[in-house]
Every structure is written in structure tokens, then in C-alpha cells.
């Protein structure tokens, strides 16, 4: 199984927006759920959103919400995380997953479907 490959990380500075995006294979996209994490240096990776199959549900952790949107293309098998407003808590390495589990608002990570991550780096 090919890993997901996440893209679309940087500098930017406060108040600035990017879009990741996270192209997986067929099989790694597979008929679930996926969502994006992310970990901040000396943190623990956390939940930032996540998204189901058919793209009408979502879920995001209460920090994004209103400035970040996840959405998906099951025909390019890729997902997207478009984030605005950003400020310098939204440092992170930015990890996407695939192929989990999504019920009821709750993401449920698929165990080694984790891309590389992409580094996002806001100066104020």
C-alpha cells in the first residue's frame, strides 16, 4: 500500500491562508473516512478535521473552526485542507490520513496510512 503524500506547506505569515493537499492511492483511499492531524514541536500530534466518505459530513477540533475547511475529490483521490486566518498555534507538521474510520463526527485513523507530513510555519 502506497502512503499518502501531503503538499502545499510553508511560511506564511499571520492571517495568511495555504491549502495542503494529500494525494493518496486508490486502494489507500479506499470507501472511508480521512483527516488531517497535526504536531507541534514538543507536542503530541492532534485532530485538526476530518471528513467522510461522500464529503457531507465533517468535523473539526473546536481551534479551526470557522477558519479551516477539509474537503475531498474521490475522483483524484485527494484531499484538501484550506486554512485561513492563520496565526502561530497553527505551527504544525501537518499529517493527512486515509482510509479510516469516520462515525458520528469522530475520526478513527487507519494504522500505516499516514503520509510524510508538510511543514507549516506562521510568523506574526
Known amino acids: 500500500q502506497v502512503q499518502p503524500v501531503e503538499s502545499g506547506g510553508g511560511p506564511v505569515q499571520a492571517g495568511g491562508s495555504l491549502r495542503l493537499s494529500c494525494a493518496a492511492s486508490?486502494?489507500?483511499?479506499?470507501?472511508?473516512?480521512m483527516g488531517w492531524f497535526r504536531q507541534a514541536p514538543g507536542k503530541a500530534r492532534e485532530f485538526v478535521a476530518a471528513?467522510?466518505?461522500?464529503?457531507?459530513?465533517?468535523s473539526y477540533t473546536d481551534s479551526v473552526k470557522g477558519r479551516f475547511t477539509i474537503s475531498r475529490d474521490n475522483a483524484k483521490n485527494t484531499m484538501y485542507l484550506q486554512m485561513n486566518s492563520l496565526n502561530a498555534a497553527d505551527t504544525a507538521v501537518y499529517y493527512c490520513n486515509a482510509g479510516g474510520t469516520y462515525y458520528s463526527g469522530t475520526y478513527y485513523p487507519k494504522l500505516n496510512s499516514w503520509g510524510q507530513g508538510t511543514q507549516v510555519t506562521v510568523s506574526s
Open positions: 486508490r486502494r489507500a483511499f479506499g470507501n472511508g473516512g
Open positions: 471528513i467522510n466518505w461522500s464529503g457531507d459530513s465533517t
